[in-house]
Each structure stands twice: as C-alpha cells, then as structure tokens.
C-alpha cells in the first residue's frame, strides 16, 4: 500500500502529528515510524531505529523534531522522552562489515525491517522516510521528508541518531586521530585529511569512493560517495 486511506487526507499545515490524527481516525492503531541514521557516512554502522507513540498528550513528545535539525543536547532529551513515552520502540545495528557486504541501499532496507519486525507490539500501519520499503508486513507510507513532517518517524530518527553517536563516540575512544566524535563517521576537511594521512581504519567503509582511495584501491567503480557531515554537527552543536 501506498496511499493513505481512501478519504483521508493530511493538510500541509497539520503539523508533526497529522499523519497519525488522520491515520486514527480511520481506526488504523498503533501505527509506527521508522528511519535511519549513517547512510551516508563512510565510517562506522549503519542505525535504524522504529518507534510507535501512544495517541492523545502521552505521544506529544516536548521538543521532538528532525534528528538533524536538533542539537546534540535537544537529541538526548528528546531520546530519553521517546523511550520512557513510546508503546513501543526498537533499534537496530548494521556493522560497516554487514554494509559493505550488502551495499548501502541494502542494508539499508533490511536495517528498517529488521527495526520494525524488533518492535515488541506489531504495527498496523507504518510510516517510512523519503521512500518505500516492502516486507514490513503491515501497509505503509513513504513520506517525503517523514522525520520533519509526522511524529512517529521523527522519533524513530532520534533513537537511530542518538544510538549511533553514542556508538561513533566510542569507536572515537579506539581510533582517536579520526576524531569520529565530532563528525560521526562523515566526511569533513578533518576526516579527509586523517585518511589521506593514516589511511582507513577497520572500521571504514570499503565500498566508499573516498575510503578506496586512501586504501590504494584504485577499482571504485559503481561504489558509493560518502556524505558531508549533517549541519547540526558541523555546527559544533
């Protein structure tokens, strides 16, 4: 499925949480979000998260918008509202071992099945981010720009980017001259220059244009282009 319900509609000026009121009042419940965090980015996993919020005021989570549009600290409390609120919430890790192995728009796919499938209560309906994902085993809809315009996938998005930096930091403890805490693994001036002079690490992505070639690898035909850092991190935020 990939329409909403015949005669439901969603006004432009609906707000964060239009698509579930109209989702409702079709008598469609629980109806669940479910984004990504790190495809772009060259280094490290690949994060989805999925989130379903409960109706009325319990599921107005303060603060909750885009995980990229937010700063760190707005980040972290909106993740710690989303999880003590959600009715159910589930996120999933997909090693830069399992991305090279499966592409990235493979794994990106399996990562949001495998969230949503992890939810312990099962959707049924589900909102995806920018485009269709099949095998989700509930009908759904994909949203241009979900994790800016309905609440579930904005959500879902804040526990795939919280988790994953929190992961980033960490791979940053193990392989400092990187400095994957302060760009998560995409690609900066500082990023570029630590790979032309060390090379990747075990945890670079190999399928990476920019990867490749620090490596010596000269193939790189039909492989991916990493991203530039999200602006809230590149803002130092």
């Known amino acids: 499925m990939s329409t909403l319900p015949r005669g439901s509609t969603v006004r432009r000026d609906a707000g964060l949480y239009g698509y579930e009121r109209a989702l409702r009042r079709h008598g469609i419940e629980p109806i669940a979000g479910v984004d990504e965090a790190g495809r772009g980015a060259c280094a490290g996993p690949l994060v989805a998260g999925a989130a379903i919020l409960p109706s009325g005021k319990a599921g107005i989570v303060p603060g909750l918008a885009d995980s990229k549009l937010l700063t760190a600290k707005a980040r972290e409390r909106c993740y710690e509202q989303v999880v003590r609120r959600a009715v159910a919430w589930s996120v999933v890790v997909m090693s830069h071992e399992e991305c090279d192995r499966l592409g990235m728009h493979v794994a990106n796919v399996e990562a949001l099945r495998r969230a949503v499938a992890k ?20 009908p759904g809809l994909a949203v241009w720009k979900g994790d800016r315009v309905a609440a579930c996938v904005a959500a879902a998005s804040v526990i795939a980017k919280v988790t994953r930096d929190r992961l980033m930091d960490e791979l940053d403890q193990e392989w400092p001259v990187y400095d994957f805490k302060t760009h998560k693994g995409y690609i900066t001036p500082t990023h570029s220059a630590a790979l032309t002079e060390h090379g990747p690490c075990p945890v670079h992505r190999r399928r990476f244009v920019n990867v490749r070639r620090a490596a010596g690898l000269e193939d790189v035909a039909g492989m991916e282009e990493a991203a530039v850092e999200p602006v809230a991190e590149s803002a130092g935020l």
């Not at 939810?119 to 509930?138: E, I, K, M, Q």
Request: glycine fraction near 16%.
């Open 119 to 138: 939810l312990d209560v099962a959707p049924s309906y589900v909102l995806t981010d920018g485009f269709p994902v099949d095998g989700l085993g509930a």
